[in-house]
């Protein structure tokens, strides 16, 4: 077979070299348009599962990138003069023209000769070949010949980022956040030598304007940026390679082969460069296609698409799940100016986390002395410090993570030497003292107060509409649902959205709060429930709107009543479905009903002894119904921008806000996009939540889509963490979240970056007795043995995996 490969770079090479291996009857070509000695970019990184692959694929080439990599395992944030380090990273560099250079003489050993400076300008000079790869980059000529068929997509990242390379030997990954008057700049940084680093620098666009970078040449760039990371470079300099300031592209296709051409690497795909390499899935990527073809040798034609076919099955799944984490990567750098308030302890978490690829569970694997000190510092910040002491001391407030610290250290996060993740904090005063050995639960466990109550843990569940009400009146199915909650260990308990009114119910057999009767039994379960935990209970109001009088769930969901239904209202005279009935808009005496009957209902709800108000303005229901502009087409002072809309909902608040008392928190859920062309979006929903704070709200319930049949949610796990994220960070108010989230894990990780503050549990089925998390006692008891116990996790897993370790020159840090 004779194989054309257009590009050498790494993808080009490492596919030749291996197809040639396995066949070597096989006439294999590479194609390159620069000189031998032309290469861009400076170090290229690989994990140590990558590594393994290499390992398996070709021993040789594997064994000289092992004897000239530099490899480490930490990652250092260096943030408002904190450096904090976290551990259990694997991650390997070398310089991109030493791999280019092993790789090409593993070529020639093979016999795959490699043609430098040739031009190739219409794929027919390629036609006597029986497959063509194209390894030929971003701007691919073998895809874009066949465009048509590969339907190319490319998305330019808002971001602008610029290439270096540096004199000064990062020790480790670092990431830098540096402030200056023009906007906040950030610097990605890695070994890939004894004596050199890669160093890409990168801001928003807004910042690179206002610097004057737009028009800035090659040069002026460079001594902007040394200036600027003066105290990062510590004297050392930039170095270019035809460094420009760009966006960053990411690349999709359709397809990935078509006839006898296929592609690879970076002509199929591109991933934001901070989740890593794009050379690291380049490589991958022949792999794939090197063992496709020689699992479906021999087979002719026929066997050639089926190989295409196979490795495009085979990569292509893997290649979109890290794309769609680097979209998370991308869009975190993007926009990270939100989270500059966030302490540098809980910015590094966030950080490290941003992606979702990397849980809290996950770092308390590679490194749980940094967790350890990530579980101290948010103890200490949200709740008295941990009473049980391994050295005897007690935690200060300002307890820092993991902070760089050795003789010499300064408040500037400068050192010449480093600590152990979590082991040291410097003083600021030049001095080192010992961190203090505490046991400290997971956030999780650390209590939330809010106005005059205070949460014993940040896990909250809810209670499910079982369609039991008769009249509104609360049964013994919402008593068994409140003990169930109750006694699970969880922190809050939230009814079942209840209706303020009769008219206000979903389906005929919701619950509501309106009548005397009905405070009467929701007093009776709240006290019987309260019991049996330390739980407190949220009753969540709401008033359904043009989603009403439907039959009940277990018939299926909004499907109307065929009788006994009641005449609906809402914000505009616009049915929820085509086969449910058309509401009344209303008018202002609806309004002042409405109102009032919120208000009532809230004053109900103290009554029988609840500690918390969610007021249910998402969903599509009434309330929701004034907030997004697909549902709210009225004419009048109620509509239009979005502060005119929000009118009728904080009118409501206010009311809801006087009845309740003040020492009492209350709550809004709303929906913080319609996940509908035209709906609310989420930069409407930070102002939508900080209007509600300002009017009264101490928390936010994140909610999406509902608004109409025809949203469109993305339901995955933790799926409303995002909006969570975003809302608690612009609008800074509290937020409750829910989504899919079913461990105490996945909770702990987004408590501790800050996404929010309390989280809503989706566990498997309860049954009473049965609890939801573990006591706070219990994890005190089992942390207590297991510290004792306790490894370096990391070193006992790179020794049971026989990790490789660098050979030569190349420098191991622990």
Request: charged share 20%; glycine share 10%.
């Amino acid at each position: 077979m004779k194989i054309a490969i257009l590009g050498g770079g790494p993808a080009g090479l490492y596919c030749g070299l291996l197809i040639k291996k396995a066949h070597p009857t096989h006439e294999v070509t590479i194609v390159e348009r620069n000189p031998a000695d032309a290469t861009y970019g400076w170090g290229v990184v690989f994990s140590d599962r990558t590594l393994a692959a290499f390992q398996e694929a070709d021993y040789p080439t594997y064994r000289a990138i092992i004897d000239n990599f530099v490899i480490w395992d930490e990652i250092a944030t260096h943030y408002h003069g904190a450096t904090i380090r976290a551990g259990g990273h694997v991650i390997a560099g070398i310089a991109r023209k030493l791999l280019l250079g092993i790789l090409r003489e593993r070529c020639a050993d093979l016999g795959v000769p490699v043609r430098f400076d040739t031009e190739i300008h219409d794929l027919s000079e390629l036609s006597a070949a029986d497959l063509v790869i194209g390894a030929d980059g971003v701007n691919s000529l073998v895809r874009q010949t066949h465009a048509a068929v590969f339907r190319p997509r490319v998305e330019n990242g808002r971001a602008r980022y610029i290439w270096f390379g540096t004199d000064r030997a990062f020790d480790c990954f670092t990431f830098i956040f540096r402030e200056s008057a023009h906007g906040l700049f950030q610097v990605h940084a890695y070994p890939f030598g004894g004596t050199t680093s890669t160093f890409i620098v990168e801001c928003d666009e807004a910042t690179w304007r206002r610097a004057g970078l737009d028009t800035a040449g090659e040069a002026e760039s460079i001594a902007f940026c040394e200036a600027l990371f003066a105290d990062d470079l510590r004297g050392c300099r930039l170095f270019s390679n035809n460094s420009k300031w760009i966006n960053f592209p990411t690349l999709k296709t359709a397809t990935w082969h078509h006839g006898n051409v296929v592609l690879l690497g970076d002509a199929a795909h591109t991933a934001h460069f901070s989740i890593g390499s794009g050379t690291k899935l380049a490589m991958e990527d022949a792999i794939a296609l090197a063992n496709a073809l020689e699992h479906r040798s021999g087979q002719g034609i026929g066997g050639l698409e089926a190989a295409l076919g196979e490795y495009e099955l085979d990569r292509r799944p893997v290649v979109e799940t890290l794309q769609a984490a680097a979209r998370e990567s991308r869009d975190y750098f993007e926009h990270v100016s939100r989270y500059l308030h966030l302490a540098p302890e809980q910015f590094t978490f966030h950080l490290l986390t941003r992606s979702g690829r990397v849980s809290y569970d996950d770092l308390r694997v590679r490194d749980a002395r940094y967790v350890d000190a990530l579980d101290r510092w948010y103890a200490a910040r949200h709740g008295p410090p941990p009473a049980t002491a391994l050295d005897g001391a007690a935690a200060p407030d300002d307890a820092p993570v993991g902070r760089d610290a050795s003789v010499g250290h300064d408040a500037s996060g400068r050192s010449d030497g480093k600590s152990a993740p979590g082991h040291h904090a410097s003083d600021g005063a030049n001095r080192v003292r010992p961190a203090l050995a505490l046991i400290a639960p997971p956030p999780v466990f650390a209590p939330l107060t809010v106005r005059a109550s205070t949460l014993p843990n940040r896990v909250a569940l809810a209670c499910a509409a079982d369609g039991s009400a008769r009249d509104g009146l609360a049964g013994e199915g919402h008593r068994h649902q409140l003990r169930v909650r109750s006694g699970s260990g969880v922190a809050l308990v939230l009814t079942e959205p209840l209706a303020v009114s009769a008219d206000g119910r979903v389906t005929s057999g919701d619950a509501g709060l309106y009548r005397p009767d009905h405070v009467a039994a929701w007093t009776e379960f709240v006290r019987e429930a309260r019991a049996l935990g330390s739980a407190r209970f949220a009753a969540v109001l709401g008033h359904a709107g043009r989603r009403g009088a439907m039959r009940p769930r277990r018939d299926g969901l909004d499907r109307s009543l065929a009788d006994g239904g009641w005449p609906l209202i809402a914000a505009s005279a616009v049915p929820y479905t085509l086969a449910t009935p058309t509401p009344r808009a209303m008018d202002r005496a609806d309004m002042d009903h409405v109102r009032d009957a919120f208000e009532r209902a809230a004053r109900m709800a103290d009554e029988a002894g609840f500690d918390m108000l969610v007021l249910h303005a998402g969903h599509g229901y009434l309330l929701g119904s004034f907030i997004s502009p697909l549902t709210n087409l009225r004419a009048d002072e109620y509509a239009g921008p979005i502060a005119h809309r929000l009118r009728f909902p904080l009118e409501v608040l206010a009311a809801a806000r006087a009845a309740w008392p003040a020492a009492k928190p209350l709550a809004v859920a709303f929906s913080v996009t319609d996940c509908a062309p035209g709906g609310l979006a989420p930069d409407d929903a930070v102002a939508v939540a900080a209007a509600f704070a300002a009017r009264g709200a101490d928390l936010i319930h994140v909610l999406v889509g509902q608004t109409t049949p025809d949203a469109e949610p993305i339901y995955r796990r933790g799926f409303l963490t995002p909006f969570s994220d975003r809302v608690r960070n612009e609008a800074r108010v509290a937020t409750l979240v829910g989504g899919y989230i079913t461990t105490t894990g996945e909770a702990n990780t987004l408590l501790a970056a800050g996404r929010a503050d309390l989280c809503l549990l989706d566990p498997p089925e309860l049954t009473e007795g049965a609890g939801a998390i573990e006591s706070a006692a219990a994890w005190e008891s089992d942390a207590l043995g297991e510290r004792a116990r306790r490894v370096d996790g990391h070193t006992a897993a790179t020794a049971a995996q026989g990790k490789p370790a660098a050979r030569k020159g190349a420098r191991v840090h622990p």
